[in-house]
């Protein structure tokens, strides 16, 4: 195999590497907006018991451009942290979160929490 056969599989192959590097940043990216909006509660436990009336709300929204507690918009961060605070009536209460993306898909999530 000559030098400049050489060089010209080894121009190849990185143009291949830089390529398929490409295409699978592309389609990472394209992954997380066809999945939709996401919503992660960190805390409280959805089906927990709490003492206090004051509830704090905690957790993150992944490619969300709005999310909403009980049809109220809430404060998000860059990163989509929230950290929303509600009182809750003495019994069953059930807290409802929704997210939209910028392309107007949504997703929901319910909280079930006891207040004694």
């Known amino acids: 195999m000559s030098r400049r056969e050489t060089k010209f599989y080894?121009?190849?192959?990185?143009i291949t590497l830089f390529l398929i590097c490409l295409f699978?940043?592309?389609?990472?990216?394209?992954w997380n907006y066809a999945t939709g909006p996401k919503i992660i509660?960190?805390?409280?436990?959805?089906?927990?018991?709490?003492s206090e009336s004051l509830l704090s709300i905690?957790?993150?929204?992944?490619?969300?451009?709005?999310?909403t507690l009980n049809d109220r918009a809430i404060v998000v961060d860059e990163s989509g942290?929230?950290?929303?605070?509600?009182?809750?009536s003495y019994g069953y209460n059930v807290l409802e979160l929704k997210a939209e993306d910028r392309f107007g898909k949504k997703t929901e999530q319910k909280l079930q929490i006891v207040y004694k």
């Not at 509660?41 to 709490?50: E, L, R, Y």
């Not at 942290?81 to 809750?88: A, M, Q, S």
Request: hydrophobic share 40%; glycine share 12%; charged share 20%.
């Open 10 to 14: 080894l121009k190849a192959i990185v």
């Open 24 to 30: 699978g940043y592309g389609a990472f990216e394209i």
């Open 41 to 50: 509660v960190s805390s409280p436990i959805n089906g927990s018991a709490v």
């Open 58 to 67: 905690n957790g993150q929204g992944k490619n969300t451009k709005e999310i």
């Open 81 to 88: 942290n929230f950290d929303e605070k509600i009182l809750l």
